[in-house]
């Protein structure tokens, strides 16, 4: 089993920023695939960015550019920097650890954008 506490998130104007961070904790491989999804009222949970414990990253096309995605593997810590948000960034965001077969979530964490 993994663990996954989220911290970050809020409220901020339209143009603000927001760091959101997520620690895994439990039974954690080398290997492993880390993210952050969002889902805004009425929609599907969507990808917005992961990062491999290699350091490659991924990125959703509304996001790219303004958002940047990190991790300490050391301490098995994911952060999501977001710059230039947007109302539409608005949603609930969801902490992930994958590896092959599974994957975890964390409870996840309010962010709002106000015009």
């Known amino acids: 089993q993994v663990q996954l506490v989220e911290s970050g998130g809020g409220f901020v104007q339209a143009g603000g920023s927001l760091s959101l961070s997520c620690a895994a904790s439990?039974?954690?491989?080398?290997?492993?695939?880390m993210g952050w999804y969002r889902q805004a009222p009425g929609k599907q949970r969507e990808l917005v960015a992961r990062?491999?414990?290699?350091?490659?990253?991924n990125y959703a096309d509304p996001v790219r550019g303004r958002f940047t995605i990190s991790r300490d593997s050391q301490k098995n810590t994911v952060i999501l920097q977001m710059s230039s948000l947007k109302p539409e960034d608005t949603a609930v965001y969801y902490c992930?650890?994958?590896?092959?077969?599974?994957?975890?979530w964390g409870q996840g964490t309010q962010v709002t954008v106000s015009s």
């Open positions: 992930s650890y994958a590896v092959i077969g599974q994957v975890y």
């Open positions: 439990g039974s954690i491989v080398s290997f492993n695939l």
């Open positions: 990062i491999t414990s290699g350091g490659i990253t």
